[in-house]
C-alpha cells in the first residue's frame, strides 16, 4: 500500500493528517491501513507521555542529568544480556540471542542499577549528587562501549539503542508503547503522594514514613 504522504508538503501533512485520525475514529480507516507517518507520530506521542510524568519529577528534584545517563548505561545490559544468549547458550540465530523480552529486561535491571548506584553514592558516601551521576553515567556506559566495540561490531548494538530510530518503528510496536504508558500513568497515581512529598520536602517525607531514596 502507497504512503498517502509521500507527495505531500509540510502544510498540506497536517489537514491529511487529522483527516485519517477522524476516519480512523469513526472506523472508516483501520488500525492495518495506518501508513508509517502515523504510526510514528502515534508511538512519539505515547513516549512524550510517559516522559512527561517523569520528566516533571527529575526537573523537580534536580536530577535532569538521570535521563540521560539511563538513555546510554541500558546499553550495558543489552549488551551483557546479548552476550549471555550467544556465549554461554551458543545462540547463532540472532532471533533468540536478540530476544525483545529479554532485551527490554536487561534494559530495565541496567537502568534500576544506575539508581541504585547513583543514590549510594550520594546517601552513603556522600557525594555531590551531580558527581555521582557522572560517576556512575561514565563508567557503566564506557563499559557497555567496549562490550560493543569488542564482541559486537557486526551487530546493531549501539548507536542505534542510545540514539533510537523513529524509522525502524512498525505496528507492533505501538503495543508495547501504548503498555508502557499505561504502566507510567498507573504508577504515577499510585506513588503520587510520596513522589510529591519526597520532592518538596523530603524531611517531612520522612516523618511521614515515606522514605527518599526508595520512592
Known amino acids: 500500500m502507497s504512503n498517502p504522504y509521500t507527495y505531500q508538503d509540510f502544510f498540506s501533512f497536517f489537514p491529511l493528517f487529522f483527516r485519517r485520525i477522524f476516519d480512523l475514529l469513526t472506523g472508516t480507516l483501520s488500525w492495518s491501513e495506518l501508513a508509517s507517518d502515523e504510526i510514528q507520530i502515534f508511538a512519539l506521542i505515547g513516549i512524550a507521555i510517559s516522559g512527561g510524568m517523569v520528566g516533571s519529577f527529575l526537573i523537580l528534584r534536580r536530577m ?46 541496567a537502568g534500576l542499577l544506575t539508581v541504585i ?23 557503566l556506559f564506557a563499559i557497555g562501549i567496549i562490550l560493543v566495540t569488542l564482541f559486537t561490531r557486526n551487530i546493531h548494538i549501539g548507536t542505534e539503542l542510545v540514539m533510537g530510530n ?29 513522589l510529591k512529598i519526597t520532592t518538596f520536602d523530603p524531611q517531612l517525607a520522612k516523618t511521614l514514613g515515606f522514605p527518599p531514596p526508595v520512592i
Open 64 to 109: 535532569a542529568m538521570v535521563a540521560n545517563a539511563l538513555s546510554h548505561t541500558i546499553l550495558l545490559g543489552i549488551v551483557l544480556v546479548y552476550l549471555f544468549f550467544k556465549v554461554l547458550f551458543h545462540y547463532d540465530d540472532l532471533y533468540y540471542a536478540l530476544s525483545i523480552p529479554a532485551l527490554l529486561l536487561a534494559a530495565l535491571l
Open 166 to 194: 523513529v524509522d525502524g518503528i512498525k505496528r507492533g510496536d505501538l503495543h508495547l508503547v501504548f503498555i508502557v504508558v499505561g504502566l507510567n500513568l498507573s504508577l504515577y497515581f499510585l506513588f503520587f503522594k510520596g
Open 117 to 139: 548506584l547513583t543514590e549510594f553514592f550520594t546517601h552513603k558516601l556522600k557525594v555531590q549528587e551531580d558527581a555521582s551521576v557522572g560517576l556512575v553515567f561514565t563508567t
